[in-house]
């Protein structure tokens, strides 16, 4: 164990306790121990981790990048990018489908492994809910940045207004609007929802007025009581069952964007699936990224273990296929069809077109790389996991690059162009980074990381809690 | 107990009175036995979900599935009426040829409006049903109610109670081997 840079107290309870049964928390904890484990991290008990100052002030200097990108980019334009036809999209919609993907997972993941009866789910479900949302905003910005003429983005939305139009509600791209937008509301709900116990338990434990004041008000009061939960259990399961087909209708709106144009390899049937295996892929991915700093700086590896890291690769690995499906089906439907242009276009994609290597790139970190998770030195050894999961964030954003520089080839070699980003583009990714990364070293700094609520209810009974049966079985 | 005089400066009235356990099974116990000898308005407080404890308080069923199923049909059916009002009658644009009221195409907004409303109708369900947010209730008067969000479970019998005596219930309570018994100032 590498564990041993943490010199801090160790959070476990007065008795000792077997390991939990499923492997799914490796310490001695009760009701109590539980809470204060987490609690501690933003009550101030424990020092806050050098690195977390060190990442905080990373990402906020990348956030001002992205400040600095957004200003230049109001002042002048669109024009900064490198935009032009016949590539109207390029980093920005790369970025905003590789975002929204990884900002998929977190809500997908918490609400259909609850659903599943997954117990494992609990050690990371309001990390990764966090992540949803910082993610679905690094998204959201991308759109609406790349609108020439970004004030005037309520005009997306549908309302009277003297110039009595509406939006074209037969577009994908409206559908967008209300896709992404009711799934950022959803998903906020979802985690302040399970975060209301949570922000009781803070108030109840609190260290000075400050915080008793801070998370008693978005506490709201909340007092445990039996009629309460019982409502309150419906409501979280209720959420879950439908947050689940919300995330695939939004990843497959987001594929809509793309399928409902007729453009070779866009126009196919292939790609609401193949995006939300892909949105999996990269969430978890995430997961992994966000989960391996947590356990070492810290000190959370009695709670998100090795399984935990195991299984998100397990499903990361069966994802990988999923979308590798995806790859192979494109071609060959393109082949089958006996379509010229779809043809064409796969082999200006994957062989003699300009953008040929980011093809392969993308067949390299996503396909290749992630079965290195077949053995199992890679899928519970920290840093291997991490190595491996990094992998998958470049294959993925690869994947919308490849999808989006399809537009370099028209049917029309006339309006052949080339696509080249700018340090514009650049910068502004680099900083949508830089958004997520402080959004997220907050979170972890202010808000319990895990929940405990969930944590203790998961506990065996001997230690306080009733195994972890309780939604599904109470939400009556 | 001592107030049977009612002097000017009459002892505060009293919410409940209040039982702490150290287990979810212990409380479920309590409140079933509570239950059996004739309480009907208590509640019981717990760190997590105990949905046996609900059940024994006769409170089988909660009402935000009929609350989600109705604002979520709302949004829907609101949101589908809009775009075909706006696609039909107030501005119909052709599209490829489309027809002006091509349904189909307005499901997916449709759907999700569906699921922005339900989720919204739960959370504000949820809150006003529970009556939060609430800054001042009178179980937080216990000093040992503090660890209710922590590792302790309480049963509290409420003077509403038809039942109810100071004395009478805090000795019901008693019997029930619980680890402290308190009166709850109002």
Same mark, same amino acid.
């Given at each position: 164990?590498?564990?041993?840079?943490?010199?801090?107290?160790?959070?476990?309870?007065?008795?000792?306790?077997?390991?939990?049964?499923?492997?799914?928390?490796?310490?001695?904890?009760?009701?109590?121990?539980?809470?204060?484990?987490?609690?501690?991290?933003?009550?101030?008990?424990?020092?806050?981790?050098?690195?977390?100052?060190?990442?905080?002030?990373?990402?906020?200097?990348?956030?001002?990048?992205?400040?600095?990108?957004?200003?230049?980019?109001?002042?002048?334009?669109?024009?900064?990018?490198?935009?032009?036809?016949?590539?109207?999209?390029?980093?920005?919609?790369?970025?905003?489908?590789?975002?929204?993907?990884?900002?998929?997972?977190?809500?997908?993941?918490?609400?259909?492994?609850?659903?599943?009866?997954?117990?494992?789910?609990?050690?990371?479900?309001?990390?990764? %809910?966090?992540?949803?949302?910082?993610?679905?905003?690094?998204?959201?910005?991308?759109?609406?940045?790349?609108?020439?003429?970004?004030?005037?983005?309520?005009?997306?939305?549908?309302?009277?207004?003297?110039?009595?139009?509406?939006?074209?509600?037969?577009?994908?791209?409206?559908?967008?609007?209300?896709?992404?937008?009711?799934?950022?509301?959803?998903?906020?709900?979802?985690?302040?929802?399970?975060?209301?116990?949570?922000?009781?338990?803070?108030?109840?434990?609190?260290?000075?007025?400050?915080?008793?004041?801070?998370?008693?008000?978005?506490?709201?009061?909340?007092?445990?009581?039996?009629?309460?939960?019982?409502?309150?259990?419906?409501?979280?399961?209720?959420?879950?069952?439908?947050?689940?087909?919300?995330?695939?209708?939004?990843?497959?709106?987001?594929?809509?964007?793309?399928?409902?144009?007729?453009?070779?390899?866009?126009?196919?049937?292939?790609?609401?699936?193949?995006?939300?295996?892909?949105?999996?892929?990269?969430?978890?991915?995430?997961?992994?990224?966000?989960?391996?700093?947590?356990?070492?700086?810290?000190?959370?590896?009695?709670?998100?273990?090795?399984?935990?890291?195991?299984?998100?690769?397990?499903?990361?690995?069966?994802?990988?296929?999923?979308?590798?499906?995806?790859?192979?089906? %494109?071609?060959?439907?393109?082949?089958?069809?006996?379509?010229?242009?779809?043809?064409?276009?796969?082999?200006?994609?994957?062989?003699?077109?300009?953008?040929?290597?980011?093809?392969?790139?993308?067949?390299?970190?996503?396909?290749?790389?992630?079965?290195?998770?077949?053995?199992?030195?890679?899928?519970?050894?920290?840093?291997?996991?991490?190595?491996?999961?990094?992998?998958?964030?470049?294959?993925?954003?690869? %994947?919308?690059?490849?999808?989006?520089?399809?537009?370099?080839?028209?049917?029309?070699?006339?309006?052949?162009?080339?696509?080249?980003?700018?340090?514009?583009?650049?910068?502004?990714?680099?900083?949508?980074?830089?958004?997520?990364?402080?959004?997220?070293?907050?979170?972890?700094?202010?808000?319990?990381?895990?929940?405990?609520?969930?944590?203790?209810?998961?506990?065996?009974?001997?230690?306080?809690?009733?195994?972890?049966?309780?939604?599904?079985?109470?939400?009556? | 107990?001592?107030?049977?005089?009612?002097?000017?400066?009459?002892?505060?009235?009293?919410?409940?009175?209040?039982?702490?356990?150290?287990?979810?099974?212990?409380?479920?116990? !309590?409140?079933?036995? !509570? @239950?059996?000898?004739?309480?009907? @308005?208590?509640?019981?407080?717990?760190?997590?979900?105990?949905?046996?404890?609900?059940?024994?308080?006769?409170?089988?069923?909660?009402?935000?599935?009929?609350?989600?199923?109705?604002?979520?049909?709302?949004?829907?059916?609101?949101?589908?009426?809009?775009?075909?009002? !706006?696609?039909?009658?107030?501005?119909?644009?052709?599209?490829?040829?489309?027809?002006?009221?091509?349904?189909?195409?307005?499901?997916?907004?449709?759907?999700?409006?569906?699921?922005?409303?339900?989720?919204?109708?739960?959370?504000?369900?949820?809150?006003?049903?529970?009556?939060?947010?609430?800054?001042?209730?009178?179980?937080?008067?216990?000093?040992?109610?503090?660890?209710?969000?922590?590792? @302790?479970?309480?049963?509290?019998?409420?003077?509403?109670?038809?039942?109810?005596?100071? !004395?009478?219930? @805090?000795?019901?309570?008693?019997?029930?081997?619980?680890?402290?018994?308190?009166?709850?100032?109002?």
């Amino acid at each position: 164990m590498s564990t041993a840079t943490a010199p801090e107290p160790t959070y476990t309870s007065a008795t000792h306790y077997p390991p939990h049964p499923d492997g799914l928390i490796t310490s001695s904890q009760d009701l109590a121990s539980l809470g204060d484990k987490i609690g501690s991290v933003v009550l101030g008990d424990r020092p806050t981790p050098r690195a977390w100052y060190f990442w905080f002030l990373i990402g906020f200097a990348l956030l001002n990048a992205l400040g600095v990108s957004v200003f230049w980019l109001f002042y002048l334009g669109t024009g900064i990018w490198g935009l032009n036809h016949p590539v109207a999209w390029g980093f920005a919609i790369v970025n905003f489908v590789w975002w929204i993907g990884i900002g998929h997972a977190g809500t997908l993941i918490s609400a259909i492994l609850l659903l599943m009866h997954q117990k494992w789910r609990t050690s990371i479900n309001r990390f990764a %809910e966090a992540m949803t949302l910082f993610a679905v905003m690094c998204a959201g910005i991308f759109p609406l940045i790349h609108m020439g003429r970004p004030w005037l983005a309520y005009w997306l939305f549908p309302f009277p207004n003297n110039m009595a139009v509406w939006p074209q509600f037969r577009s994908p791209l409206t559908w967008d609007v209300f896709a992404v937008s009711t799934y950022l509301t959803v998903s906020v709900v979802f985690w302040y929802v399970g975060l209301i116990p949570d922000l009781a338990v803070l108030r109840d434990t609190a260290k000075n007025n400050l915080q008793r004041w801070a998370y008693g008000a978005f506490a709201l009061g909340w007092r445990g009581s039996a009629i309460h939960w019982r409502r309150y259990e419906k409501l979280y399961l209720l959420l879950a069952g439908i947050g689940t087909p919300l995330v695939f209708s939004v990843h497959t709106v987001v594929s809509f964007d793309f399928a409902v144009a007729i453009v070779p390899l866009w126009h196919a049937t292939i790609f609401p699936p193949f995006f939300v295996a892909g949105a999996i892929f990269s969430g978890f991915a995430m997961v992994v990224w966000l989960a391996v700093p947590l356990r070492k700086y810290y000190g959370m590896g009695d709670v998100i273990t090795t399984h935990h890291l195991d299984l998100c690769a397990r499903v990361m690995l069966t994802t990988c296929f999923m979308v590798n499906y995806g790859y192979f089906n %494109e071609v060959w439907m393109a082949w089958y069809s006996h379509s010229l242009y779809e043809w064409d276009t796969t082999l200006q994609r994957i062989w003699y077109g300009p953008y040929w290597w980011s093809y392969w790139m993308l067949i390299l970190t996503n396909t290749i790389i992630p079965q290195l998770y077949w053995f199992k030195k890679f899928r519970t050894n920290d840093w291997l996991v991490f190595a491996v999961a990094g992998s998958v964030h470049v294959g993925m954003w690869f %994947e919308r690059y490849v999808i989006v520089i399809t537009l370099t080839r028209d049917q029309l070699p006339s309006s052949w162009g080339r696509y080249a980003p700018t340090e514009w583009d650049w910068m502004t990714m680099i900083g949508s980074v830089g958004l997520f990364i402080t959004l997220f070293t907050l979170f972890v700094r202010f808000l319990p990381m895990i929940s405990i609520t969930e944590m203790r209810e998961m506990l065996p009974g001997p230690q306080g809690g009733r195994d972890g049966h309780a939604v599904m079985e109470n939400a009556k | 107990m001592s107030d049977a005089h009612h002097d000017p400066d009459a002892p505060p009235p009293v919410y409940g009175v209040m039982a702490e356990f150290d287990t979810a099974d212990k409380l479920v116990e !309590a409140t079933r036995k !509570a @239950r059996e000898a004739g309480y009907t @308005r208590m509640d019981g407080y717990s760190p997590y979900p105990v949905g046996e404890v609900a059940d024994e308080l006769g409170f089988p069923r909660s009402e935000i599935g009929a609350i989600m199923f109705t604002g979520g049909l709302c949004g829907a059916t609101l949101g589908f009426t809009m775009m075909s009002w !706006a696609s039909v009658v107030d501005y119909p644009l052709n599209i490829g040829g489309k027809p002006f009221w091509s349904w189909p195409m307005f499901i997916p907004i449709s759907w999700e409006l569906l699921v922005l409303t339900a989720s919204l109708s739960g959370l504000f369900g949820l809150l006003s049903l529970c009556g939060l947010p609430q800054p001042y209730h009178p179980v937080f008067n216990v000093p040992q109610f503090v660890r209710a969000t922590r590792d @302790r479970f309480f049963l509290c019998i409420e003077a509403v109670d038809p039942k109810f005596d100071k !004395a009478g219930t @805090r000795e019901f309570l008693t019997t029930l081997s619980p680890l402290s018994v308190e009166e709850v100032p109002e």
